[in-house]
């Protein structure tokens, strides 16, 4: 075992899988000598060279469709977007080509691709460096949704995403890029796409997160357990789509009380979809009503420090959640 930070996780899973797989390329906007926004990249330029990890114009549009077309034609490209705030300009191209190109050749052709960006608050980034857009993209069969919340998972997730057959959506908390850290087995693994994880084991309220917001939880259920007593079950989805509704409503069965975390708007967030299981299969469980702990619907996160503050959903924020569940 190694520690490691978020992001060192993710450089190391596709330094890995650039040596594994000859097919296997990196583009994207800066991600060459600079080695990306976020250092993502960073030594791989020099490494394995332009033919491999090949900046880009500033356009996602052609990043993705660059993505799809080598796809189709036999290699395994990684797409970074720098901010999954611009990733709205390839929309068509993830929605109407890489989505559907499966079904839409009656199997003929697949789309082994990963689309990678950074989402999410909490750097004081503003409106357009802060957007949570995952919902947009589990809503379309054919994607792949995975949002790690630890190094470990970040790396074998990564490394299943690369590996896959069809198109997958790794969207990264970048707050967590440097803050989280964690033991990284060395050597090469992988995590399953689709199982959700139990962080933490709890019997009287099921707290369930993704990324950024799955890492708090886990300091939030601790303070509970601490301060009050309570034992919170955090379950990381960690992939959002395919659903993993048997660990979601193993949990509730156990707990009888539910609170979904997620850091983007309220209205129709992700977590919406797992109220809707509780709801329709697990209400001869339920103790208490399902609750949502998300971000304002306001258009997006503000930049000022203190307005930022307000918006984003942090682990005492949580924790107050959990003890107003507990004690309904």
């Known amino acids: 075992m190694a520690e490691m930070t978020l992001i060192q996780a993710i450089t190391q899973a596709m330094d890995e899988e650039l040596a594994r ?19 993502a990249t960073m030594g791989l330029f020099d490494k394995y060279g332009a033919d491999r990890i090949v900046d880009s114009p500033l356009a996602e549009l052609s990043i993705v469709a660059i993505g799809i077309g080598a796809a189709v034609a036999g290699l395994r490209p990684i797409c970074e977007i720098q901010f999954a705030d611009f990733i709205h300009p390839a ?31 909490g750097i004081s980034g503003g409106l ?15 994607l792949k949704v995975v949002i790690p919340s630890t190094p470990h998972d970040a790396k074998g997730l990564l490394k299943s995403a690369v590996r896959d057959p069809n198109p997958v959506m790794f969207f990264e908390p970048k707050k967590g890029y440097r803050a ?10 992988t995590v399953p796409i689709g199982p959700a994880r ?12 993704y990324g950024m917001m799955a890492h708090y939880a886990t300091i939030a259920a ?16 960690r992939t959002l789509l395919p659903v993993d509704k048997e660990a979601i409503l193993n949990s509730f069965k ?48 503000p930049f000022s420090h203190d307005m930022q503050e307000f918006f984003m959903v942090n682990p005492h924020k949580i924790a107050d959640a959990i003890r107003d569940l507990a004690a309904y």
């Open 254 to 301: 156990k707990t009888g009380k539910a609170l979904i975390v997620y850091e983007d708007n309220l209205t129709m967030g992700y977590g919406a979809e797992v109220a809707a299981i509780l709801a329709n299969e697990g209400f001869e469980y339920m103790d208490a009503p399902v609750r949502r702990l998300a971000g304002p619907d306001v258009p997006g996160v």
């Open 91 to 121: 929309f068509n191209q993830i929605v109407s080509e890489a989505s559907k190109m499966y079904y839409r050749s009656n199997g003929q052709w697949n789309v082994p691709m990963v689309i990678r960006a950074p989402y999410g608050g």
């Open 198 to 209: 139990i962080a933490r084991v709890g019997t009287d309220v099921s707290v369930y997160a």
């Open 21 to 39: 797989d000859k097919r296997v390329f990196i583009t994207g906007e800066d991600v060459g000598p600079r080695g990306g926004v976020f250092r």
């Open 180 to 189: 989280i850290k964690g033991d990284v087995p060395e050597g090469d693994y």
């Open 128 to 142: 357009y460096h802060s957007q949570s857009v995952e919902a947009f993209f589990t809503h379309l069969p054919g």
């Open 222 to 237: 601790e303070m509970v357990a601490q301060s009050d007593g309570i034992a919170a079950e955090v379950v990381d989805l």
